[in-house]
């Protein structure tokens, strides 16, 4: 009688054996020893997070992303982590006693209830940084360009480095908030795919908002889109502080980095709790985002205004497979 048990792995979950867990291990120690010496301190935050509280202020996106399960021990329901970003905020509002500039890195598992639409597998390991209480624009710039110090240590070359702005997005997506929920969701996927057949079905011709987001799908390609932009939204009150936010990013990137930059401001990346600047870094030899970035407020302190952060992270096996 065969005795051996027959064993598969869950869809989407992948191992590592030798020699490429060792190549893995390696490159995770090379970054988060190079982020320790830019001055960031390292957190290794728990895997399980409690299902009513996780995420933060992005509770519901990220809880949807989540695995829950009742705990035995307890009777309450559990989540394991689909992001770590988040967890460093948490961290930073209620463990780290200081209201000055925090700078927290990590890498560690994140296991994702979604599988990628380009990566089949739902499990890997996330690298990032994360500063907490710089609101300025020296604070994004030193984020890019550790993103981009983490892309070269792993030895990705040629990287095209993409810019937007989610505060303008957002700005013009105001004007559809009245949607409902899975109406804006398909328009937020929508946008991404810069489907305008995809609007032309959800948004009616009736609505006189529609032909703004026919135009945002253009709305990608070299700085040029900017004054583009400029134009065409000039009746939104904030565009032009967007815009010129985003402007002075790459013109600080013109002058210090060697890497060419693509314009995206209808982008929606990754978990949508980004609020300001937005980054992502790809590759020719590669199809899909190997590391991303941006603005977004992080938890409240004792007081009653935004923490403001901004950070990264990457996908430490998906870049390895390069």
């Known amino acids: 009688m065969d005795s051996k048990i027959r064993w598969s792995l869950p869809d989407g979950v992948d191992e590592l054996l030798p020699p490429k867990a060792l190549e893995v291990e390696t490159l995770r120690r090379k970054l ?9 301190e390292l957190i290794i935050p728990p895997i399980l997070e409690l299902s009513e509280t996780i995420g933060g202020e992005a509770h ?5 992303h ?14 394991i982590r689909p992001d770590i970003s988040e967890q460093a905020s948490r961290i930073d509002a209620f463990r780290i006693k200081s209201n000055d500039i925090v700078k927290l890195c990590y890498a560690g598992e994140v296991v994702k209830s979604k599988s990628s639409k380009v990566l089949r597998s739902r499990t890997t390991i996330q690298v990032g940084a994360e500063i907490f209480g710089d609101s300025s624009l020296q604070a994004e710039q030193e984020s ?7 892309l070269d240590i792993a030895e990705v070359n040629n990287v ?3 810019l937007g702005h989610a505060g303008f997005t957002a700005s013009v997506l105001n004007s559809f908030k009245h949607l409902e929920k899975e109406d804006l969701l398909s328009l937020e996927v929508a946008l991404s795919k810069k489907s305008k057949s995809d609007i032309e079905r959800i948004i009616p011709d009736s609505n006189k908002n529609k032909e703004s987001l026919l135009y945002l799908c253009d709305m990608y390609g070299n700085i040029d889109v900017i004054e583009e932009a400029r134009n065409l939204f000039s009746d939104i009150e904030t565009t032009n502080n967007y815009l010129d936010h985003l402007q002075n990013m790459i013109d600080y990137l013109e002058e210090k980095e060697q890497i060419s930059i693509h314009i995206d401001l209808c982008e929606v990346q990754g978990f949508k709790y980004h609020n300001g600047l937005v980054f992502s870094a790809y590759t020719d ?11 977004y407020d992080g938890l409240r302190k004792s007081s009653d205004q935004d923490r403001p952060a901004v950070g990264f992270d990457l996908d430490l096996i998906a870049v390895s497979n390069l």
Do not use: C, H, P, W
């Open 66 to 79: 989540a695995f829950s399960f009742k705990d035995n021990l307890t009777g309450k329901d559990l989540s």
């Open 32 to 40: 988060i020893d190079n982020y320790i010496a830019s001055g960031y």
């Open 144 to 150: 890019v360009n550790l993103m981009l110090q983490s």
């Open 160 to 162: 095209t480095l993409s």
């Open 285 to 295: 030899s590669a199809g899909y985002v190997l590391a991303k970035g941006g603005r």
């Open 60 to 64: 519901e996106e990220i809880k949807s």
